[in-house]
C-alpha cells in the first residue's frame, strides 16, 4: 500500500470548491497570485489534497481569490460600497468553507 496522499485533479477541485470547472480555470492565475498551490511536480496536473486544505484554510481567514460562479457575481461595487463588498465576500466564503 502506498504511503501518498490521493492527489486531486482540477475537476475534484472544482467540485470541493462547488464551483464550474470553468471558473476554476479562468480564476487559477489570480488564485496562484494569493497562494494557490501549483501541481505535484511529475504528476501532470494533480494536486496534493493537503496543500489544497491548507490554502482553504487560509482563504478562511484571508478571503483572496476563491473563483465564483458566473450567475452569482454582484455586480462591481462602487467606491463607496468597498465594506459592503467584503462583507458579501465574507458571506459567500463560509457558505463555501461550510459545504
Do not use: H, K
Not at 465564483?68 to 461595487?77: M, N, T, V, Y
Request: aromatic share 6%.
Amino acid at each position: 500500500m502506498s504511503s501518498f496522499p490521493q492527489l486531486l485533479t482540477l475537476t475534484q477541485i472544482a467540485a470541493q470548491l462547488g464551483v464550474p470547472l470553468s471558473a476554476l480555470y479562468r480564476n487559477v492565475g489570480s488564485m496562484r497570485a494569493c497562494g494557490f498551490p501549483r501541481p505535484v511536480a511529475g504528476c501532470g496536473r494533480r494536486y496534493d489534497p493537503e496543500a489544497i486544505a491548507q490554502w482553504l484554510a487560509r482563504q478562511r481567514t484571508n478571503p483572496s481569490s476563491l473563483p465564483e460562479e458566473e450567475a452569482e457575481q454582484p455586480p462591481a461595487p462602487a467606491a463607496d460600497n468597498i465594506p459592503g463588498w467584503q462583507a458579501e465576500l465574507d458571506r459567500r466564503l463560509d457558505q463555501r468553507v461550510a459545504a
